[in-house]
C-alpha cells in the first residue's frame, strides 16, 4: 500500500489500535484529528504514539496528521490540505464516531458525529476522488430484532433502542448509496471492551457502567468478619442473557487483517463473539473481585410490584440507560469474518478476562488517571 490509509478517530478506543496495528504492518497513515481541551491535533496524535511506543519498547512511524473535524464540511481543511489528501491518500478508514445514545436534536451528538460526520467523508471522498472506504459501523443497526442476524442484513424494519443505533444505521444506509465509491467493506463490532490482555481502555461504557456501580458500593460496604459483603438486589435476569462483548485488540487485528486482504473487501463483517459471555459469569466475576454476596437472578417480572431496597432502586437508577440491552441482545451471524479471518478467533470473555478489565478500570479510576489516559 504505497498510498496513505486516511484514518478518522485515530485518538478514540478503537482508532488508536487500528494506528497501532496499521502502522505495525508497514501501512504509510494520515490521520485527520481535531484540537481538543489546548492540544494541537498533532500534540494529540504524539500522545497516543508515545503511549504505544512506551508499550511495544520500540519506536513507530510517525503518520501525517491532518487537522479537521469529521462535524465540519470538507473537515474544515483548507484547498492546499484537500489537494494533499487528493494527491497521497488511497483508502479511508473512518473509525470515527460518537457513542452518545441520546440526541436533543440531529445537529448534536451522536446525529452530529455519526451521520453528518459520515457525510463529510462521504463529501470528501468525492471531491478527492477517493474510492475505497473501509467503515466502521456497529453490530447494533440490527436494533430490536429477534432470531439470527446475518452480515447481509441491513434494512429490516427494525425499531431502535436509542439515537445511537439509529444514527449508525442512517450513516451506514449513507455509504451504501454513495455511487462514486468502487469498493465499501463495513465493519460491524458488538459491544467493545477493553485489551484482552492487559484490560486497558480510555472509554468507559456499557459494561462498565455495573462495574462502576459496584466498586462504588464496596467503598462503603460494611465488611463482614470473612471479609465479605452483602449486596441485596434481585436481578431480573435468569441469569443466562447473552452479553455481546468483544475486546479492543482483537477488533483492530481483524480490521487491520481485512483492510490489507483486497480479496476481502466489498463484503460486512460482524466482529462479534463466538461464544457469548452470559449474565451469570459477569456478575460472578464481579463478586469474586469484589468480595460480595446476596444478588439473586429472580427473573424477568421479579420487581414489577415496585418493592425495591434502597440498593435496588440505587441500582437501576444508575443502569437505567442501557435498560433497553438488559434483558437479552440479539445472536449476530458471522460467517464472513470466520471465514475470511479463521486464524484471528474472537478471544472468550471469561471470568479472568473480565477480571483484567475491573482491575485496570481500577487503577486508572475509570479514566481519571492522568498520564497514559486518552488523550
Known sequence: MSRYLLLTGATGLVGRYLLRDLLLRGVPVAALVRPRGGASARDRLDRVLVHWETVLGRSLPRPACLEGDITAPLFGLDAVALGWVARHCGPVLHAAASLTFVG????????????????????????????????????????????????????????????YERSKFEAEQLVRAAPYLDRLTVYRPAAVVGDASTGYTTTYHGLYRYLHFVWLLSRYADVGTDGRWHVPVRLTLTGEERRNLVPVDWVSAAIAHLVLEPAHHGRTYHLTPTRPVTART??????????????????????????????????????????????????????????????????????????????????????????????
Open 104 to 163: 436533543a436534536d440531529r445537529n448534536q451528538d451522536p446525529w452530529l458525529s455519526n451521520r453528518t460526520g459520515t457525510a463529510h467523508v462521504l463529501e470528501v471522498c468525492r471531491r478527492a476522488g477517493l474510492r475505497e472506504l473501509h467503515y466502521l459501523s456497529t453490530a447494533y443497526v440490527c436494533g430490536r430484532r429477534d432470531g439470527i442476524v446475518l452480515e447481509a442484513d441491513l434494512d429490516c424494519g427494525q425499531d431502535f433502542r436509542n439515537d
Open 282 to 375: 459477569i456478575e460472578a466475576a464481579l463478586a469474586a473481585r469484589f468480595r460480595y454476596h446476596g444478588p439473586t437472578f429472580a427473573g424477568p417480572g421479579a420487581l414489577d410490584g415496585g418493592d425495591l431496597t434502597e440498593t435496588e432502586k440505587l441500582f437501576y437508577n444508575y443502569v437505567a440507560g442501557y435498560e433497553a440491552y438488559w434483558t437479552q441482545e440479539p445472536a449476530f451471524d458471522c460467517t464472513n469474518t470466520r471465514t475470511a479471518a479463521p486464524h484471528l478467533p474472537c478471544p472468550e470473555i471469561d471470568e479472568a478476562l473480565l477480571q483484567r478489565l475491573i482491575d485496570y478500570a481500577v487503577a486508572d479510576r475509570w479514566g481519571k488517571r492522568r498520564g497514559e489516559s486518552a488523550p
